[in-house]
């Protein structure tokens, strides 16, 4: 049976326009990275009595949940999607930031807004598993994971899709990936495994759902379903921290 096209009502479609045009998704994300960024200025001057935007204290990233050895100690799997909302200081998270700025709407477009969310929070999960399993007794943090997902998802759209433009698109994100490859090794406190996980989580979401659909057949289904339970998990990650916080550092 072919597949109908989603029947048109003008409030979803003025919706959806909405949210296309404005890519809500890319600046939502950039919105909970600096909020959490801000949150670190606070702690940090809670903890210490000093502003610290350069570089916050090992105690407080690990209180908001970053990716640290309470993974394995007290089984806290939920780190490995709040350690993705943090960063170690202005440098890191405004790298960060320029970068989802840039990538991030091209894959909204491509992909749409549920399948960008499942790319990026699948991806970044993905990302610090890798790095858990590499070394699950460091402290890793970093929206990169969840980028490099993005550059991993457009990477699957040119493999995906056998055109001109999709095969341009294939080699520039290449050179992405092997460009942050190379820096990681260069850079001994790059987390390469997390870059390495995060390319391979956004490309295998991007594969397997393809880019966004105007009809909605069962793949939708799948994808929209998918979206309600990744955002009931992120939600459970942030109580998690949300308690943290109501407990209070060092309680």
């Known amino acids: 049976m072919d597949a109908k096209p989603k029947p048109v009502h003008g409030g979803d479609e003025r919706l959806a326009g909405f949210v296309l045009s404005s890519r809500l998704v890319s600046s939502t994300l950039m ?4 909020g959490f960024f801000l949150l670190c200025v606070v ?3 809670q903890a210490t009595g000093a502003v610290g935007i350069w ?11 970053a990716k640290s050895p309470l993974i394995r100690i007290h089984g806290q799997w939920w780190r490995l999607i709040t350690a993705g909302v943090l960063h170690g200081g202005l ?11 840039d990538v991030g709407p091209l894959v909204e477009e491509f992909f749409g807004s549920y399948r960008m969310v499942l790319i990026y929070v699948i ?10 399993i590499w070394n699950w007794q460091s402290l890793s943090i970093g929206a990169s994971a969840g980028i490099c997902a993005l550059i991993g998802a457009m990477i699957a759209y ?3 899709y056998k055109t001109p433009m999709a095969g341009a698109i294939r080699a520039h994100f290449i050179r992405w990936a092997v460009y942050l490859v190379i820096i990681g090794l260069m850079i001994p406190m790059i987390d390469n495994a997390a870059h390495i996980g995060g390319l391979a989580g956004g490309f295998a979401v991007a594969y397997l759902t393809g880019a966004k659909s ?14 309600y339970l990744t955002c009931a998990v992120v939600a459970y990650a942030f109580f998690q921290v949300f ?5 209070g550092m060092g309680a």
């Open 43 to 45: 702690l940090t001057y």
């Open 31 to 34: 919105l909970v990275n600096f």
């Open 123 to 132: 991806g970044s999960v993905t990302g610090f598993y890798a790095s858990y």
């Open 214 to 227: 105007l009809f909605d057949d069962w793949k939708e289904t799948i994808v929209k379903i998918a979206f």
């Open 91 to 101: 440098i890191h998270i405004a790298m960060n930031l320029w970068v989802l700025y």
């Open 243 to 247: 308690q943290n916080l109501t407990r």
């Open 55 to 65: 570089s916050f204290p090992g105690e407080v990233l690990n209180f908001l949940g």
């Open 158 to 160: 040119g493999f995906h």
